[in-house]
């Protein structure tokens, strides 16, 4: 059974940070790229950032140079640091591991909360 579990988020100050991870279990972790989203309220799902499985990375534009995504291939996690957070970044935050290769596979996590308060 797969399993993703972000853990993490909360309340925090404009100018704070945060740090989320997500763990991930049942899959073959290593052939398998990560990402964040997140979720504002009447706002889409959009994309915060990826990592492939050879560890490289993409971000939004709106969090480049504040965000770092990473991942711990023998912990089976892809973490997020968030620093220098403003109050857009509130959302629910969620996390994606997907399998581009034969057998395609897409998992996402039950979202965590995060609140930056101005």
């Known amino acids: 059974q797969v399993q993703v579990v972000e853990s993490g988020g909360g309340l925090v100050q404009a100018g704070g940070s945060l740090r989320l991870s997500c763990a991930a279990s049942?899959?073959?972790?290593?052939?398998?790229?990560g990402g964040w989203y997140r979720q504002a309220p009447g706002a889409q799902r959009e994309l915060v950032a990826t990592?492939?499985?050879?560890?490289?990375?993409n971000y939004a534009d709106s969090v480049k140079g504040r965000f770092t995504i990473s991942r711990d291939n023998a912990k089976n996690t892809v973490s997020l640091q968030m620093n220098s957070l403003k109050p857009e970044d509130t959302a629910v935050y969620y996390c994606n591991v997907n399998r581009i290769t034969i057998p395609l596979r897409n998992y996402w996590g039950q979202g965590t909360q995060v609140t930056v308060s101005s």
């Open positions: 990592i492939s499985r050879d560890g490289n990375t």
């Open positions: 049942g899959i073959t972790f290593n052939v398998y790229a």
